[in-house]
Nanobody, 125 residues
Framework: QVQLVESGGGLVQPGGSLRLSCAASGFTYDDWAIGWFRQAPGKKREGVASFTNSDGSTYYSGSVKGRFTVSRDNAETTVYLQMNNLAPEDTAIYYC??????????????????WGQGTQVTVSS
């Protein structure tokens, strides 16, 4: 059973940075992917970024490309989301999710079967 634990959310001023962590356990295979998603109040859940473990590829939504970077800690199964130049519209609950597949695109949240608890990111002055 895959378990995901997120951390790193908080309050940051516009233009600031945060790094979210998604610590995963329970993988018994290497062909997994982790996606980052966010949901703001009254809005639909949207994909932000994803990491495909089989080849280390990463994918981003257009709204965060160039500002956010997803990476993996090779020593542990932790995937990070580095968020730079944050703006108020980035305010949302951020979730990481995992499943067994190797996408070469940014997958829909509907595909993922395992989810973390979410972490709040608030961008405000």
């Amino acid at each position: 059973q895959v378990q995901l634990v997120e951390s790193g959310g908080g309050l940051v001023q516009p233009g600031g940075s945060l790094r979210l962590s998604c610590a995963a356990s329970g993988f018994t295979y290497d062909d997994w992917a982790i996606g980052w998603f966010r949901q703001a109040p009254g809005k639909k859940r949207e994909g932000v970024a994803s990491f495909t473990n089989s080849d280390g590829s990463t994918y981003y939504s257009g709204s965060v490309k160039g500002r956010f970077t997803v990476s993996r800690d090779n020593a542990e199964t932790t995937v990070y989301l580095q968020m730079n130049n944050l703006a108020p519209e980035d305010t949302a609950i951020y979730y990481c999710a995992a499943d067994r597949f190797s996408p070469n695109y940014l997958p829909s949240w509907r595909i993922f079967g395992s989810w973390g608890q979410g972490t709040q990111v608030t961008v405000s002055s």
